[in-house]
């Protein structure tokens, strides 16, 4: 799946949507093509049109506040799909810093990507006792942080819109 980054208006950045959805916008008049991928159009029966890699509204959408939302995938997205006991990137699951039956609650700062044989060895441990060490610390991040940390390895072009 291709992503394009959704500029606001004011050249904000907004989402990450597909290209079909991004087509659409620019074809219905509600957005402007920003960067393309020249080399690459989409080819129809009709015409050939540019392949938008980043794409502006032409319209101002005001969002009070972004965050990105806890889950299975965006947990692994944040950790680099990798375990960060040992690096490991196959077998994948989910491990808690501080396990439920310790009082460990499903946050951001207590969730981190595990394969299954850190996740055994560490069982309902804490680090010290399983004499295991994370990477880093989890942390919950920004929208912006998220999309640039995750999505800037083949969108190179976005980077002036993402600070």
């Not at 944040?78 to 699951?93: F, I, Q």
């Not at 309902?124 to 920004?142: D, I, V």
């Amino acid at each position: 799946m291709e992503n394009i980054l959704v500029l606001n208006n004011d050249y904000t950045p907004l989402n990450i949507t597909d290209l079909k959805k991004a087509f659409n916008l620019v074809y219905k008049g509600k957005a402007e093509v920003v960067t393309s991928n020249k080399s690459n159009p989409i080819i129809t029966d009709l015409k050939n049109y540019v392949r938008p890699t980043i794409i502006r509204l032409l319209y101002y959408i005001s969002i009070p506040f972004r965050k990105v939302t806890l889950n299975r995938e965006n947990i692994f997205k944040r950790d680099n799909y990798e375990c960060l006991y040992c690096g490991s990137k196959k077998n994948l699951t989910i491990d808690h810093v501080i396990p439920k039956s310790k009082g460990g609650k499903n946050t951001w700062k207590n969730l981190v990507t595990c394969c299954k044989s850190c996740n055994i060895q560490k069982d309902s441990k804490t680090l010290k006792q399983a004499g295991m060490e994370l990477k880093y610390n989890p942390y919950r991040p920004t929208y912006i942080q998220f999309i640039k940390e995750i999505s800037l390895k083949d969108n190179n072009d976005w980077i002036p819109y993402l600070g």
